[in-house]
């Protein structure tokens, strides 16, 4: 009876996802990096990317966060190149270093799926000023838009025609903004709605996160906003801490969980420095021993802007469809660490939270933890769905995985995918008998 109960209650929040408009269900790209074919990426409560190394799932995943950018709206001047080159998650790429095999001569393709909108567009080099929108197509309320470049006008002004009506679209960076069509106004008004919210939606991490501080200042202008590198994760704790909103208790009492320690929130933490505050970022352990957090392990410290950022979107401080993209959450830390981690992800999407959970990993323990939660009922099997990611004769593919009410995968794994510690056992008592 509990789990049919619990099933019910899963079966309830999946509808209310499905009747969010504003959810990017997913996106494509064809002609980026390693993949030269369209490929697929849905984005579920938990989407995971499999696959060796350097075949492309930094890639696949950076490009969230590099399209979200080209997508705000502070930046949008009809004279600047469609993507925005200061995006951290380019790393300082340019369009001929993102476009497959540096085929310049081709284009990129993107493309975006909402429930009720769905928007394609293509990316062309146009010299030194940057790369263009060569042309797009948008499907709103079931009507069909495509543009392509108009014979006269800026780099951001295309022509556009639908049920043989030509009209002309103002676009900055990747969004139109404006038309000259009154009966195009409620297009270009729902695709800017739908392109503000994605734009504002992504928080990365990269693999690459920066240690925690030692001492940390808190300013009055502290927003708590955990950067891509984690910086900001000691201001972000303290501030939910004071507010007493949950989320820094919940980081605590993981911590408890995986190394018997949790955060010091003391009011007397407070020093008072030329009128500046500043706190310790510092845990007690069980035994009541006072230690900075960037003493306690690499890992542990690497993992805190993980599962912060999982808490704020599950209590809504990330907006209303926050898309969490993370490189590698697992990254130093010991097994154990890692099967709390990815428990605490699956937590709070049982727990209800709207966001998508995008992560590229090489744990196997990520994939058990999801397993054990469907086939506890604590997430439903249409939540999840794994990608392997692989390279071939037509560039990189993306193989979605997915999985029934049993923790099977549907379709089955590549041969060989996580069988590297069974064949070393193997190895290791073949040699034993061979010296014996």
Known sequence: MKSAARRGQLESRGIRRMQNYCVLNAVEFAKYRAFEQRQRLELKPLTLLFGRNSVGKSAALRLLPILAAAAQRRRRDADRAVLDYSSPALREALFRDLIHNGQVASGMQFGFYWNDVSYGVTLRDAGAGGEVIAGFDATVKGKT??????????????????????????????????TDSEADQLAVGMLLERLDEFATSVRWLGAVRTAVPRLFEMRAASDGEIKPDGSGVAEAIRISAQAGDGAAEAVSKWLEKTCQCSLS????????????????????TATGRRIAVRDVGEGIAQALPVVMLCHQALLGQLGANPILAFEQPELHLHPTAAVNLADEVVACIAQGSRASHII?????????????????????????????????????????????????????????????????????????????
């Not at 470049?149 to 960076?173: I, N, Y």
């Not at 929130?265 to 505050?277: G, I, K, P, Q, T």
């Not at 999985?403 to 099977?408: C, H, I, L, R, V």
């Open 265 to 284: 929130f003391a009011a007397s933490d407070e020093a008072l420095l030329y009128n500046r505050r500043f706190y310790p970022f510092d845990v007690i």
């Open 360 to 436: 590229e990993t090489h744990a196997e323990s990520m994939l058990l933890s999801v397993q054990i939660a469907i086939v506890e009922g604590r997430i439903r099997p249409e939540d999840v769905v794994v990608y392997w990611i692989s390279p071939g004769d037509l560039g990189t593919t993306l193989r979605p995985i997915t999985f029934d009410e049993s923790g099977f995968a549907i379709g089955g794994w590549p041969q060989g995918v996580f069988r590297e510690t069974l064949d070393q056992a193997r190895r290791l008592a073949q040699l034993r008998i061979d010296h014996a």
């Open 145 to 178: 838009y495509s543009g392509g470049p108009a014979e006269s006008g800026g780099r951001g002004d295309l022509e556009v025609e639908v049920d043989g009506v030509k009209s002309h679209w103002k676009f900055a960076g990747l969004c139109p903004y404006t």
